[in-house]
C-alpha cells in the first residue's frame, strides 16, 4: 500500500531552537520527494523537492534530507521563527505517468516565543 | 513565477444550492489542474484530475455528477459543487501542472476555497 507516514505529528519548540521532522514512506514507483509548509487555511507552499539520486536540498533555513534506501526523509528546520508555525506535510509522488502524489498528514510545529 | 489563484477564498451557501470555485494558473499554461479537500487536521486528499479539453478523471468515491470539474483552457479549471450539503463543507484546494520544462513534474497549489454549507 502506497503510504506515506510523518512524526511526530505535532510539535512545540521555542523561537531560534532547531528541530526536525520525520518522514518515511512506502509508496512505489518512487517519482520524487517533496516537503510543503502549510499555513492555516492557506494552499501548500513547495520547500523542497528531491529525486531519487539526491541525498539533500537546502531552501534557506530547510534542509530536507532524502535516503531512498531506507525510503526515509527528514526536514530541519534552523534557527527557527515564529513564522515557522505550520503544518508541514510529506508529499511523495509517484511515477505512474502521470506523477500521482501521496501525501503524508503532516507534522504540526508551533514556535513559541 | 507559477502562482495559483483560486476564487472566492471563502463562500457561505445554503444547503441544495450550487458552488463555483474558479482556479487559474496565473503566470504559466497548466495542462493538468488537480482539485484536493482536506478537512481539519487532516492531510489533502484528491478528488480529480483534470487535463486541459477532456473530461476529468475521479478518484474512488468521489462523485462525478456532485463535483463537476470543467477544464476549459490551459489557465482555468472550475469546480462546481452541485446541491451542497453541510457534509461538503471542507477545504478545497487546487493545484496546477505546468505543461513543458524542467518544472513539469512540480505542482504549484492555489490558496484553497473555504466553503461552509449552512
Known amino acids: 500500500k502506497n503510504q506515506v507516514e510523518q512524526s511526530p505529528q505535532s510539535l512545540i519548540i521555542l523561537e531560534g531552537k532547531n528541530c526536525t521532522l520525520q518522514?518515511?514512506?512506502?509508496?512505489?514507483?518512487?517519482?520524487?520527494l517533496r516537503w510543503y509548509k502549510q499555513d492555516t487555511g492557506r494552499g501548500p507552499v513547495s520547500l523542497t523537492i528531491?529525486?531519487?539520486?539526491?541525498n539533500t536540498k537546502s531552501n534557506g533555513r530547510y534542509t530536507a534530507t532524502l535516503d531512498a534506501d531506507t525510503k526515509q526523509s527528514s526536514l530541519h528546520i534552523t534557527a527557527s521563527q515564529l513564522s515557522d508555525s505550520a503544518s508541514y506535510i510529506c508529499?511523495?509522488?509517484?511515477?505512474?505517468?502521470?506523477?500521482?502524489?501521496?501525501f503524508g498528514t503532516g507534522t504540526r510545529l508551533l514556535v513559541s516565543p | 513565477g507559477a502562482v495559483v489563484s483560486q476564487h472566492p477564498s471563502w463562500v457561505i451557501c445554503k444547503s441544495g444550492t450550487s458552488v463555483k470555485i474558479e482556479c487559474r494558473s496565473l503566470?504559466?499554461?497548466?495542462?493538468?489542474m488537480f482539485w484536493y479537500r482536506q478537512f481539519p487536521k487532516q492531510s489533502l486528499m484528491l478528488m480529480a484530475t483534470?487535463?486541459?479539453?477532456?473530461?476529468?478523471?475521479?478518484e474512488q468515491g468521489v462523485e462525478k455528477d456532485k463535483f463537476l470539474i470543467n477544464h476549459a483552457s490551459l489557465t482555468l479549471s472550475t469546480l462546481t459543487v452541485t446541491s451542497a450539503h453541510p457534509e461538503d463543507s471542507s477545504f478545497y484546494i487546487c493545484?496546477?501542472?505546468?505543461?513543458?520544462?524542467?518544472?513539469?513534474?512540480?505542482?504549484?497549489f492555489g490558496p484553497g476555497t473555504r466553503l461552509t454549507v449552512t
Open positions: 518522514c518515511n514512506y512506502t509508496v512505489s514507483p518512487f517519482s520524487n
Open positions: 508529499v511523495v509522488s509517484r511515477n505512474t505517468g502521470f506523477q500521482k502524489l501521496v
Open positions: 528531491m529525486t531519487f539520486s539526491e
Open positions: 483534470s487535463n486541459e479539453g477532456s473530461k476529468a478523471t475521479y
Open positions: 503566470d504559466f499554461q497548466a495542462t493538468t
Open positions: 493545484s496546477a501542472r505546468p505543461g513543458q520544462g524542467v518544472s513539469s513534474y512540480e505542482q504549484y
